[in-house]
C-alpha cells in the first residue's frame, strides 16, 4: 500500500496543499461544531478527518477504552489507504491510554526494541511514524488519537500541541451531555453510547461498499454526506441505511 508524502515543506507538497486547513482553523470549527450540539459520532469523524488533512497524514483515528481495562475500541478514522486495526489499537496505542502519556514512535525505522514488532508490521502497510495522545476527561484517561505518518514524523513544533487538544476534544465529545453539563456519569453512558453507534455505523459503511463497490473510505464519505443530506445522526442514518440494504 502506498500513502502520500507527509508534511512536505510548504511548496514541495502536491497540488492543491493550499487548501490544507491550518490546525487554528480545524480547532475553531471543532469547538463551533461541539458547541452547536452536533452528534458524537459525526463530530469524531470529522475530527479525524480534519486532522488528518491538516497534519498531511497517512491516517488518523480515535480510539476509546469501552470496557475499563486494555481493549480499546475504534470509532472514527481517516486514513488514504486501508490500515490494519491492530496498528491503531494495540501496542503502543494501549500504552498511552494505560499511563495517560503521549507516545511517540517518530522513525519506526528506530524504533525502541519492545515496539520492533508493532514497528515491523505498521513498515509493511506503508507507514513510516506514529503518535498516540490521550484523550482526557477529569483527569481520567478515556482513549486517545493516534497519528500514523508515511514516513517519519517530521511536523512542525506545533503539531504536538495540536494534537493533543484534538485528543482532549474527543474526550469533551462524548463527556457533554444535552444539557452542556459535564459529569462522570453522563460520560460513561455517552462514551458506551458512542462506541455502540460506532459498531452500527461501521455495519452500514461495509453495506454501502458492498453494494455500490466502493472503498472504504467512499462510502464512508457517501454515508455522512447523506446522513447531513437527510438532517439525521450518522448513526441513525447508518440504522437506516442497514434496514434498506440489508
Do not use: K
Not at 32 to 49: M, Q
Not at 165 to 171: G, R
Not at 176 to 205: H, K, M, N
Amino acid at each position: 500500500m502506498t500513502f502520500p508524502p507527509t508534511f512536505d515543506p510548504p511548496g514541495t507538497g502536491p497540488v492543491g496543499d493550499t487548501d490544507v486547513p491550518s490546525p487554528v482553523v480545524v480547532l475553531a470549527e471543532l469547538t463551533g461544531h461541539l458547541a452547536a450540539g452536533v452528534d458524537a459520532p459525526y463530530l469524531l469523524h470529522l475530527l479525524a478527518t480534519r486532522t488528518r488533512e491538516a497534519l498531511r497524514a497517512a491516517a488518523v483515528s480515535v480510539v476509546f477504552d469501552g470496557s475499563g481495562s486494555v481493549d480499546l475500541d475504534l470509532v472514527a478514522a481517516a486514513s488514504t489507504g486501508l490500515l490494519d486495526r491492530s496498528l491503531t489499537v494495540g501496542g503502543p496505542v494501549a500504552m498511552c491510554v494505560r499511563t495517560g502519556a503521549a507516545v511517540l514512535l517518530d522513525d519506526l525505522e528506530n524504533a525502541p526494541g519492545r515496539w520492533q514488532d508493532h514497528a515491523r508490521e505498521a513498515r509493511a502497510a506503508g507507514i513510516g511514524g506514529m503518535r498516540a495522545y490521550p484523550a482526557r476527561i477529569a483527569n481520567r484517561v478515556i482513549g486517545a488519537v493516534v497519528v500514523h505518518t508515511s514516513g517519519p514524523w517530521r511536523a512542525p513544533g506545533h503539531a504536538a500541541a495540536f494534537v493533543q487538544a484534538v485528543a482532549d476534544l474527543a474526550a469533551l465529545a462524548v463527556s457533554v451531555d444535552t444539557e452542556g453539563d459535564v459529569r462522570l456519569s453522563v460520560e460513561a453512558t455517552r462514551r458506551q453510547q458512542v462506541l455502540e453507534d460506532a459498531a452500527v455505523i461501521d455495519q452500514a459503511i461495509g453495506v454501502l461498499a458492498e453494494t455500490h463497490g466502493l472503498a472504504i473510505g467512499p462510502a464512508t464519505d457517501l454515508l455522512v454526506t447523506d446522513a447531513r443530506r437527510s438532517r439525521t445522526s450518522l448513526a441513525d442514518r447508518a440504522r437506516a441505511v442497514i434496514d434498506a440494504l440489508s
